[in-house]
Protein backbone atom coordinates (compact mmCIF):
# COMPACT_ATOMS: atom_id res chain seq x y z
CA UNK A 1 0.00 0.00 0.00
CA UNK A 2 2.83 2.15 0.85
CA UNK A 3 3.61 2.05 -3.08
CA UNK A 4 0.33 2.99 -4.14
CA UNK A 5 0.77 5.93 -1.65
CA UNK A 6 3.90 7.41 -3.16
CA UNK A 7 2.50 6.53 -6.49
CA UNK A 8 -0.70 8.95 -6.04
CA UNK A 9 1.70 11.51 -3.84
CA UNK A 10 4.09 12.14 -6.71
CA UNK A 11 1.46 12.05 -8.87
CA UNK A 12 0.84 15.79 -7.95
CA UNK A 13 3.31 17.11 -10.94
CA UNK A 14 0.80 16.26 -13.27
CA UNK A 15 -2.33 17.48 -11.74
CA UNK A 16 -4.16 20.78 -12.23
CA UNK A 17 -3.98 21.86 -8.16
CA UNK A 18 -0.13 22.32 -8.82
CA UNK A 19 0.08 23.21 -12.38
CA UNK A 20 -2.52 26.11 -12.04
CA UNK A 21 0.45 27.58 -9.20
CA UNK A 22 2.67 28.12 -12.11
CA UNK A 23 0.15 29.50 -14.54
CA UNK A 24 0.62 33.61 -13.97
CA UNK A 25 4.61 32.99 -14.01
CA UNK A 26 4.43 30.73 -16.97
CA UNK A 27 1.78 33.50 -18.77
CA UNK A 28 3.85 36.24 -18.19
CA UNK A 29 7.12 34.89 -18.98
CA UNK A 30 6.04 33.66 -21.92
CA UNK A 31 3.91 36.54 -23.38
CA UNK A 32 0.50 33.92 -23.04
CA UNK A 33 -3.33 35.29 -22.19
CA UNK A 34 -5.72 33.33 -19.86
CA UNK A 35 -7.68 31.92 -22.96
CA UNK A 36 -3.88 31.37 -24.41
CA UNK A 37 -2.80 29.35 -21.99
CA UNK A 38 -5.98 27.46 -21.16
CA UNK A 39 -6.03 26.18 -25.04
CA UNK A 40 -2.67 24.74 -24.62
CA UNK A 41 -3.49 23.00 -21.85
CA UNK A 42 -6.24 21.88 -22.74
CA UNK A 43 -5.00 20.59 -25.69
CA UNK A 44 -1.86 18.88 -24.25
CA UNK A 45 -4.72 17.24 -21.70
CA UNK A 46 -6.76 15.65 -24.47
CA UNK A 47 -3.70 14.71 -25.90
CA UNK A 48 -3.38 13.01 -23.11
CA UNK A 49 -6.45 11.44 -23.04
CA UNK A 50 -6.39 10.07 -26.43
CA UNK A 51 -2.51 7.87 -26.04
CA UNK A 52 -4.11 6.96 -22.21
CA UNK A 53 -6.43 4.39 -24.62
CA UNK A 54 -3.09 3.02 -25.24
CA UNK A 55 -0.76 3.26 -22.87
CA UNK A 56 -2.76 2.77 -20.21
CA UNK A 57 -2.39 -0.99 -21.72
CA UNK A 58 1.00 -1.15 -20.71
CA UNK A 59 -0.02 -2.20 -16.90
CA UNK A 60 -1.68 -5.48 -18.12
CA UNK A 61 1.78 -6.09 -19.91
CA UNK A 62 4.71 -4.63 -18.37
CA UNK A 63 6.08 -5.72 -15.44
CA UNK A 64 5.16 -3.38 -12.71
CA UNK A 65 8.47 -2.36 -11.01
CA UNK A 66 10.33 -1.73 -14.75
CA UNK A 67 7.04 0.44 -15.73
CA UNK A 68 6.67 2.37 -12.52
CA UNK A 69 10.34 3.09 -12.77
CA UNK A 70 10.33 4.23 -16.17
CA UNK A 71 7.19 6.13 -15.60
CA UNK A 72 8.87 8.37 -12.70
CA UNK A 73 11.86 9.09 -14.92
CA UNK A 74 9.60 10.23 -17.87
CA UNK A 75 7.81 12.62 -15.33
CA UNK A 76 11.32 13.89 -13.82
CA UNK A 77 12.33 14.56 -17.53
CA UNK A 78 8.70 16.30 -18.16
CA UNK A 79 9.83 18.68 -15.38
CA UNK A 80 12.54 19.87 -16.59
CA UNK A 81 11.15 20.12 -19.95
CA UNK A 82 8.38 22.41 -18.92
CA UNK A 83 11.53 24.02 -16.99
CA UNK A 84 13.17 24.97 -20.27
CA UNK A 85 10.11 25.83 -21.84
CA UNK A 86 10.41 28.47 -24.07
CA UNK A 87 7.27 28.80 -26.69
CA UNK A 88 3.92 27.15 -27.11
CA UNK A 89 5.35 23.97 -28.80
CA UNK A 90 7.67 23.20 -25.61
CA UNK A 91 5.21 24.15 -23.10
CA UNK A 92 2.58 22.13 -24.84
CA UNK A 93 4.80 19.33 -25.09
CA UNK A 94 5.96 19.58 -21.55
CA UNK A 95 1.89 19.52 -20.19
CA UNK A 96 1.71 16.10 -22.64
CA UNK A 97 4.10 14.91 -20.44
CA UNK A 98 3.41 15.82 -16.99
CA UNK A 99 -0.27 15.27 -17.60
CA UNK A 100 -0.21 11.62 -19.09
CA UNK A 101 2.80 10.72 -16.71
CA UNK A 102 1.54 12.36 -13.66
CA UNK A 103 -2.24 12.45 -13.72
CA UNK A 104 -2.57 9.31 -16.08
CA UNK A 105 0.17 6.88 -15.67
CA UNK A 106 1.10 7.37 -12.08
CA UNK A 107 -2.65 6.82 -11.00
CA UNK A 108 -3.63 3.89 -13.35
CA UNK A 109 -0.50 1.94 -12.21
CA UNK A 110 -1.53 2.95 -8.40
CA UNK A 111 -5.44 2.37 -8.78
CA UNK A 112 -5.20 -1.37 -10.56
CA UNK A 113 -1.72 -2.77 -8.01
CA UNK A 114 -3.83 -1.89 -5.33
CA UNK A 115 -6.94 -3.64 -6.38
CA UNK A 116 -5.76 -6.15 -8.25
CA UNK A 117 -2.99 -7.46 -5.73
CA UNK A 118 -5.32 -7.10 -2.79
CA UNK A 119 -8.27 -7.90 -3.92
CA UNK A 120 -9.99 -8.95 -0.84
CA UNK A 121 -9.35 -5.35 0.91
CA UNK A 122 -9.13 -3.51 -2.19
CA UNK A 123 -11.13 -0.76 -1.01
CA UNK A 124 -9.24 -0.04 2.28
CA UNK A 125 -6.43 -0.43 0.55
CA UNK A 126 -6.72 2.10 -2.42
CA UNK A 127 -8.22 4.11 0.03
CA UNK A 128 -5.00 4.56 1.84
CA UNK A 129 -3.28 4.76 -1.13
CA UNK A 130 -5.44 7.20 -2.39
CA UNK A 131 -4.56 9.28 0.77
CA UNK A 132 -1.35 10.44 -1.16
CA UNK A 133 -2.92 12.69 -3.46
CA UNK A 134 -5.23 14.33 -0.38
CA UNK A 135 -1.60 14.72 1.36
CA UNK A 136 -0.09 16.12 -1.96
CA UNK A 137 -2.82 18.93 -2.05
CA UNK A 138 -2.05 19.19 1.62
CA UNK A 139 1.74 19.91 1.15
CA UNK A 140 2.44 20.61 -2.34
CA UNK A 141 0.89 23.97 -2.85
CA UNK A 142 2.69 25.28 0.10
CA UNK A 143 6.04 24.17 -0.58
CA UNK A 144 6.23 25.26 -4.50
CA UNK A 145 4.86 28.47 -3.38
CA UNK A 146 7.91 29.06 -1.76
CA UNK A 147 10.11 27.46 -3.76
CA UNK A 148 8.48 29.88 -6.46
CA UNK A 149 9.36 32.90 -4.47
CA UNK A 150 12.95 31.70 -3.79
CA UNK A 151 13.97 30.82 -7.10
CA UNK A 152 11.45 31.11 -9.48
CA UNK A 153 8.99 28.95 -11.56
CA UNK A 154 11.82 27.48 -13.66
CA UNK A 155 14.10 26.14 -10.70
CA UNK A 156 11.12 24.93 -8.76
CA UNK A 157 10.17 22.90 -11.50
CA UNK A 158 13.58 21.42 -12.12
CA UNK A 159 13.77 20.77 -8.41
CA UNK A 160 10.53 18.96 -8.09
CA UNK A 161 11.83 16.42 -11.01
CA UNK A 162 14.90 15.97 -9.43
CA UNK A 163 13.65 15.05 -6.03
CA UNK A 164 10.78 13.04 -7.53
CA UNK A 165 13.00 10.71 -9.45
CA UNK A 166 16.15 10.79 -7.11
CA UNK A 167 13.38 9.31 -4.36
CA UNK A 168 11.29 7.27 -6.12
CA UNK A 169 13.33 5.57 -7.78
CA UNK A 170 15.08 3.64 -4.80
CA UNK A 171 11.14 3.37 -3.14
CA UNK A 172 10.18 1.49 -6.12
CA UNK A 173 13.07 -1.01 -5.87
CA UNK A 174 12.79 -1.08 -2.32
CA UNK A 175 8.47 -1.68 -2.15
CA UNK A 176 8.58 -4.12 -5.13
CA UNK A 177 11.53 -6.60 -4.53
CA UNK A 178 9.33 -8.96 -3.89
CA UNK A 179 6.78 -8.46 -6.55
CA UNK A 180 7.47 -11.33 -8.90
CA UNK A 181 6.62 -13.87 -6.13
CA UNK A 182 2.63 -11.78 -5.42
CA UNK A 183 2.52 -11.27 -9.30
CA UNK A 184 2.52 -15.00 -9.52
CA UNK A 185 -0.06 -16.09 -7.16
CA UNK A 186 -2.28 -13.69 -8.53
CA UNK A 187 -1.68 -15.20 -12.22
CA UNK A 188 -2.19 -18.83 -10.18
CA UNK A 189 -5.43 -17.03 -8.27
CA UNK A 190 -6.97 -16.46 -12.03
CA UNK A 191 -6.49 -20.10 -13.68
CA UNK A 192 -7.73 -21.48 -10.64
CA UNK A 193 -10.80 -19.35 -11.40
CA UNK A 194 -10.55 -20.33 -15.34
CA UNK A 195 -11.15 -24.17 -13.77
CA UNK A 196 -13.46 -23.90 -11.96
CA UNK A 197 -17.05 -24.33 -12.74
CA UNK A 198 -18.83 -21.42 -11.61
CA UNK A 199 -18.83 -18.69 -13.77
CA UNK A 200 -20.79 -15.30 -12.51
CA UNK A 201 -21.24 -11.91 -14.51
CA UNK A 202 -19.67 -10.83 -11.55
CA UNK A 203 -16.68 -12.44 -11.38
CA UNK A 204 -16.33 -12.52 -15.40
CA UNK A 205 -12.91 -11.71 -16.83
CA UNK A 206 -14.03 -9.01 -19.59
CA UNK A 207 -11.66 -7.41 -22.42
CA UNK A 208 -11.85 -4.34 -23.11
CA UNK A 209 -13.56 -4.50 -26.31
CA UNK A 210 -16.19 -6.03 -24.16
CA UNK A 211 -16.61 -3.65 -22.28
CA UNK A 212 -17.06 -1.10 -25.10
CA UNK A 213 -20.40 -3.05 -25.90
CA UNK A 214 -21.35 -3.37 -22.38
CA UNK A 215 -24.91 -0.73 -22.29
CA UNK A 216 -23.93 -0.57 -18.33
CA UNK A 217 -20.66 1.31 -18.78
CA UNK A 218 -22.46 4.62 -21.01
CA UNK A 219 -25.09 4.24 -18.16
CA UNK A 220 -22.07 4.61 -14.95
CA UNK A 221 -19.56 6.44 -17.15
CA UNK A 222 -21.50 10.26 -17.09
CA UNK A 223 -21.84 10.05 -13.52
CA UNK A 224 -18.24 9.10 -12.53
CA UNK A 225 -17.11 11.60 -14.45
CA UNK A 226 -19.27 14.29 -13.07
CA UNK A 227 -16.66 15.11 -10.14
CA UNK A 228 -13.55 15.56 -12.37
CA UNK A 229 -15.64 17.47 -15.41
CA UNK A 230 -17.00 19.80 -12.41
CA UNK A 231 -13.99 20.50 -10.17
CA UNK A 232 -11.49 20.85 -12.87
CA UNK A 233 -13.64 23.58 -14.38
CA UNK A 234 -13.90 25.22 -11.49
CA UNK A 235 -10.60 25.02 -9.88
CA UNK A 236 -8.90 25.76 -13.04
CA UNK A 237 -10.61 29.17 -12.99
CA UNK A 238 -10.67 29.71 -9.19
CA UNK A 239 -9.34 33.17 -9.39
CA UNK A 240 -12.05 34.34 -11.25
CA UNK A 241 -14.51 32.66 -8.80
CA UNK A 242 -13.10 34.50 -6.01
CA UNK A 243 -12.91 37.66 -7.71
CA UNK A 244 -16.69 37.49 -8.30
CA UNK A 245 -17.82 36.16 -4.97
CA UNK A 246 -15.65 38.89 -3.67
CA UNK A 247 -13.52 37.14 -1.79
CA UNK A 248 -9.79 37.33 -0.91
CA UNK A 249 -7.74 34.82 -2.45
CA UNK A 250 -5.24 34.24 0.71
CA UNK A 251 -8.75 33.42 2.55
CA UNK A 252 -10.08 31.11 -0.01
CA UNK A 253 -6.59 29.13 -0.21
CA UNK A 254 -6.59 28.69 3.50
CA UNK A 255 -9.87 26.73 3.16
CA UNK A 256 -8.01 23.99 1.41
CA UNK A 257 -6.60 22.05 4.28
CA UNK A 258 -10.23 21.52 5.30
CA UNK A 259 -11.06 20.21 1.90
CA UNK A 260 -7.91 18.00 1.93
CA UNK A 261 -8.82 16.85 5.46
CA UNK A 262 -11.95 15.68 4.88
CA UNK A 263 -11.20 14.29 1.72
CA UNK A 264 -9.07 11.68 3.40
CA UNK A 265 -11.71 10.53 6.30
CA UNK A 266 -14.02 9.88 3.23
CA UNK A 267 -11.03 7.90 1.47
CA UNK A 268 -11.02 5.89 4.79
CA UNK A 269 -14.72 5.45 5.31
CA UNK A 270 -15.02 5.01 1.70
CA UNK A 271 -12.66 1.63 1.66
CA UNK A 272 -14.80 0.12 4.25
CA UNK A 273 -18.13 0.78 3.20
CA UNK A 274 -16.71 -0.57 -0.90
CA UNK A 275 -15.07 -4.30 1.02
CA UNK A 276 -18.26 -4.44 3.21
CA UNK A 277 -21.49 -3.33 0.36
CA UNK A 278 -19.13 -3.18 -2.86
CA UNK A 279 -18.72 -0.48 -5.21
CA UNK A 280 -21.39 -0.46 -7.67
CA UNK A 281 -23.99 0.48 -5.59
CA UNK A 282 -22.22 3.34 -4.49
CA UNK A 283 -21.72 4.94 -7.77
CA UNK A 284 -25.29 6.92 -7.67
CA UNK A 285 -24.23 8.32 -4.45
CA UNK A 286 -20.55 9.25 -5.70
CA UNK A 287 -21.39 13.09 -6.51
CA UNK A 288 -24.25 13.78 -5.08
CA UNK A 289 -22.44 15.95 -2.16
CA UNK A 290 -20.41 17.90 -4.96
CA UNK A 291 -23.76 18.59 -7.19
CA UNK A 292 -25.37 20.06 -2.86
CA UNK A 293 -22.54 22.10 -2.86
CA UNK A 294 -22.74 23.80 -6.34
CA UNK A 295 -26.25 24.46 -5.00
CA UNK A 296 -24.71 26.80 -1.94
CA UNK A 297 -22.18 28.17 -4.37
CA UNK A 298 -24.79 29.77 -6.64
CA UNK A 299 -27.29 31.38 -3.94
CA UNK A 300 -24.39 32.40 -1.31
CA UNK A 301 -21.94 35.04 -1.42
CA UNK A 302 -20.36 34.22 1.71
CA UNK A 303 -16.95 32.65 2.49
CA UNK A 304 -18.17 30.70 5.28
CA UNK A 305 -21.03 28.85 1.98
CA UNK A 306 -17.78 28.49 -0.13
CA UNK A 307 -15.79 26.86 2.64
CA UNK A 308 -19.45 24.45 3.16
CA UNK A 309 -18.78 24.09 -1.07
CA UNK A 310 -15.15 22.75 -0.38
CA UNK A 311 -15.95 20.08 2.31
CA UNK A 312 -18.58 18.27 0.12
CA UNK A 313 -16.53 18.78 -2.82
CA UNK A 314 -14.09 17.12 -0.47
CA UNK A 315 -16.40 14.26 0.53
CA UNK A 316 -17.13 13.40 -3.09
CA UNK A 317 -13.33 13.27 -4.21
CA UNK A 318 -12.56 11.15 -1.27
CA UNK A 319 -15.37 8.68 -2.45
CA UNK A 320 -14.90 8.83 -5.78
CA UNK A 321 -11.26 8.61 -5.98
CA UNK A 322 -11.73 5.37 -3.65
CA UNK A 323 -14.39 3.66 -4.89
CA UNK A 324 -13.37 3.99 -9.09
CA UNK A 325 -11.03 1.32 -9.43
CA UNK A 326 -13.10 -1.21 -7.28
CA UNK A 327 -15.90 -0.30 -9.48
CA UNK A 328 -14.37 -1.60 -12.44
CA UNK A 329 -12.84 -4.66 -11.16
CA UNK A 330 -16.50 -5.92 -9.29
CA UNK A 331 -17.75 -4.81 -13.13
CA UNK A 332 -15.32 -6.30 -15.35
CA UNK A 333 -12.85 -8.39 -13.34
CA UNK A 334 -9.03 -8.09 -12.62
CA UNK A 335 -7.36 -9.64 -15.82
CA UNK A 336 -7.49 -6.71 -18.12
CA UNK A 337 -8.06 -4.39 -16.05
CA UNK A 338 -5.40 -2.09 -16.68
CA UNK A 339 -6.33 -1.59 -20.01
CA UNK A 340 -10.06 -0.99 -18.73
CA UNK A 341 -9.32 1.36 -15.85
CA UNK A 342 -7.22 3.66 -18.93
CA UNK A 343 -10.33 3.11 -20.70
CA UNK A 344 -12.32 5.24 -17.76
CA UNK A 345 -9.01 7.08 -16.77
CA UNK A 346 -8.65 8.68 -20.44
CA UNK A 347 -12.46 9.55 -20.48
CA UNK A 348 -11.51 11.33 -16.99
CA UNK A 349 -8.70 13.05 -18.46
CA UNK A 350 -10.76 13.98 -21.70
CA UNK A 351 -13.79 15.53 -19.32
CA UNK A 352 -10.56 17.72 -17.25
CA UNK A 353 -9.30 18.60 -20.92
CA UNK A 354 -12.90 19.80 -21.73
CA UNK A 355 -14.19 21.72 -18.83
CA UNK A 356 -11.46 24.67 -18.44
CA UNK A 357 -12.23 25.41 -22.37
CA UNK A 358 -16.00 25.08 -21.39
CA UNK A 359 -16.21 27.58 -18.48
CA UNK A 360 -13.85 29.52 -19.96
CA UNK A 361 -16.70 30.65 -22.96
CA UNK A 362 -18.51 30.69 -21.12
CA UNK A 363 -17.36 33.06 -18.43
CA UNK A 364 -16.05 35.13 -21.94
CA UNK A 365 -19.50 35.01 -22.96
CA UNK A 366 -20.72 37.05 -19.78
CA UNK A 367 -22.24 33.66 -18.12
CA UNK A 368 -21.86 34.19 -14.32
CA UNK A 369 -20.09 31.83 -11.89
CA UNK A 370 -23.36 31.44 -9.80
CA UNK A 371 -25.41 29.89 -13.35
CA UNK A 372 -22.36 27.64 -13.87
CA UNK A 373 -22.45 26.10 -10.86
CA UNK A 374 -26.19 25.78 -11.09
CA UNK A 375 -25.77 24.37 -13.74
CA UNK A 376 -23.22 22.07 -13.08
CA UNK A 377 -25.36 20.57 -10.15
CA UNK A 378 -28.38 20.23 -12.09
CA UNK A 379 -26.14 17.96 -14.56
CA UNK A 380 -24.60 16.20 -11.28
CA UNK A 381 -27.97 15.21 -10.33
CA UNK A 382 -29.34 13.96 -13.72
CA UNK A 383 -26.15 12.03 -14.12
CA UNK A 384 -26.46 10.30 -10.47
CA UNK A 385 -30.15 9.18 -11.80
CA UNK A 386 -28.99 7.33 -14.68
CA UNK A 387 -26.30 5.70 -12.58
CA UNK A 388 -28.70 4.59 -10.26
CA UNK A 389 -31.03 3.22 -12.91
CA UNK A 390 -27.87 1.59 -14.34
CA UNK A 391 -27.09 0.04 -10.51
CA UNK A 392 -30.60 -1.43 -10.63
CA UNK A 393 -30.12 -3.11 -13.81
CA UNK A 394 -27.01 -4.65 -12.73
CA UNK A 395 -27.85 -5.83 -9.42
CA UNK A 396 -30.86 -7.45 -10.93
CA UNK A 397 -28.84 -9.34 -13.59
CA UNK A 398 -26.84 -10.44 -11.11
CA UNK A 399 -29.45 -11.92 -9.23
CA UNK A 400 -30.66 -13.43 -11.85
CA UNK A 401 -27.58 -15.62 -12.88
CA UNK A 402 -27.35 -16.22 -8.48
CA UNK A 403 -27.47 -20.03 -8.25
Known amino acids: MLFGFLMTFWSSPGQTFLISLFSGEIRADLGLSDGEFAAIYSAATLGSAIV ?5 TLVDKVDLKRLSIAIVIGLGLGCGMMSVSVGVLSLLISLFLIRQLGQGLMYVTSATAMVRYLDEHKGKSNALAGMGYAVSEAMMPSILVALLLWVGWRISWQIAGLVLVMFMVPAILYLLRNHGQRHQKYTEELLAIDDT ?9 WTRTEV ?4 LFYLFAPGLMSQPLMFT ?3 FHQVHLVESKGWSLSAWASLFAMYALVSVGTKI ?3 ILVDRVGAIRMVPLVALPMGVGLV ?3 LSSSLVWGGVFLVLTGITVG ?4 MTAPFWSEMYGNRHLGSIKSLGTSVMVFCTALSPVIIGWSIDKGISMDTLAMAGAIYIFLTSALAWYACELKMNSMRTIKP
Open 197 to 205: AESTYRRRQ
Open 212 to 215: LRDQ
Open 233 to 235: GFI
Open 269 to 271: VTG
Open 319 to 322: FQST
Open 52 to 56: MVWSG
Open 296 to 298: ILS
